[in-house]
């Protein structure tokens, strides 16, 4: 049981070329990068503008979903980069995407919610691929084999 769970969290897709690892990894480190930096850092701590926008989406508690959109941008992208637990922190900076793209920016144009959408469909990627061979999931997974 622990290996199967092992597997979800540190796996990878089982890509055989060095690269495409090196792109993946590319991808990765850039994608989570710039969530963690561009996005992420400056919403922790939440602005109260940024705390108000959340309660207008109305969810119960927006400071504290607020913090944890902002966590996710932030320490969510920092994982992804790192390559670390790259499946769980690319799934919860994946739904942070979901809700900005058809909550926050709902009503907004297409340009507008693009970026959104875009880190949506790049965090769903690494949801499926995992981190690859060159990010620090695989040497969690290579210390769990022995």
Do not use: N, Q, Y
């Not at 290996?3 to 796996?11: D, E, K, N, P, S």
């Not at 503008?49 to 996710?72: H, N, Y």
């Amino acid at each position: 049981m622990v290996r199967r769970v092992a597997t979800v969290v540190f796996g990878t897709a089982g890509v055989e070329c060095p690269v495409g690892d090196a792109g993946l990894t590319l991808l990765r480190v850039f994608a989570g990068l710039t969530l963690a930096l561009a996005h992420g850092l400056g919403k922790t701590p939440p602005p109260d503008r940024f705390v108000e926008g959340v309660a207008a989406l109305g969810f119960p508690a927006p400071a504290l979903f607020a913090w944890a959109a902002s966590l996710s941008e932030l320490v969510g992208g920092l994982l992804v980069a790192l390559g670390l637990a790259t499946r769980p922190a690319a799934a919860l900076a994946g739904f942070t995407m979901l809700v900005a793209a058809f909550g926050a920016h709902a009503a907004d144009p297409f340009a507008k919610k693009e970026m959104a959408l875009l880190f949506l469909a790049i965090m769903t990627a690494f949801v499926f691929m995992g981190s690859g061979r060159f990010g620090l999931d695989a040497l969690v997974r290579r210390r769990l084999a022995t």
